[in-house]
Each structure stands twice: as structure tokens, then as C-alpha cells.
Nanobody, 123 residues
């Protein structure tokens, strides 16, 4: 089974930056897509970004395009989410998730999830 552990969350000032990490272990050879999702209080979990292991294709939600960048370091089995120009609407618990098919922004398409890391943006 693929296991995922997020880190890097915290408190950040409006306009600041954070880099989240998603450390992969276990069945890392067979997964294809790693997605980042977030869930704000009282809201549904939503897709933020995704990267395919094969082809390296990336996608982003419209709300984060131009501000967030997803990347991976295969040697470290880690996927990163660089978040710049953070605003209050980015406050949420951020999760990474894995699936064996290509990227999808649907929560239900992912079978393996990390425990989440809290990101709080303050003014």
C-alpha cells in the first residue's frame, strides 16, 4: 500500500509563502498521480493540484494558478506544493493523496490519503 505523510503547514502572514511536502513510502513504484487537496472549515474537500508520475503532467485549480507550484523529487519520494501569495481563502487542512491512474481532481478517485497538515493565513 502507498503511504503518504504531509508536512510543512503552519501559520503564515497574508502574502507569504509556504512549501508543503508529501513523503511517500510503501508501494511507490505503482502509483501514478499524486494530488493535493484542501478542506476549509464547513466546506467540502477540493482539488488544488496534481502531478503524474509518468509524463510529469501537472494541473492546478483556477484559484491557485500562478501562485502554487507542484513538483516531485523521485530520489526522495517526495511531492512538494510551493504556495506563494497566500491569502485568507487558502486557509485549510491540506492533504496529499495517491491513485494508480492519471491525475484527477475528484476526491472519490483517490484511494490513499495522508493525515493532512494545517495551513492558516493571517492578516
Amino acid at each position: 500500500q502507498l503511504q503518504l505523510v504531509e508536512s510543512g503547514g503552519g501559520l503564515v502572514q497574508f502574502g507569504g509563502s509556504l512549501r508543503l511536502s508529501c513523503k511517500l513510502s510503501g508501494d511507490t513504484l505503482n502509483y501514478n498521480a499524486i494530488g493535493w487537496f484542501r478542506q476549509a472549515p464547513g466546506k467540502e474537500r477540493e482539488g488544488v493540484s496534481c502531478i503524474n508520475n509518468v509524463g510529469g503532467i501537472e494541473n492546478y485549480a483556477d484559484s491557485v494558478k500562478g501562485r502554487f507550484t507542484i513538483s516531485r523529487d523521485k530520489a526522495k519520494n517526495t511531492v512538494y506544493l510551493q504556495m506563494n501569495s497566500l491569502n485568507n481563502e487558502d486557509t485549510a487542512v491540506y492533504y496529499c493523496a495517491g491513485r494508480y491512474a492519471h491525475c484527477s481532481n475528484s476526491v472519490r478517485d483517490y484511494t490513499r490519503w495522508g493525515q493532512g497538515t494545517q495551513v492558516t493565513v493571517f492578516s
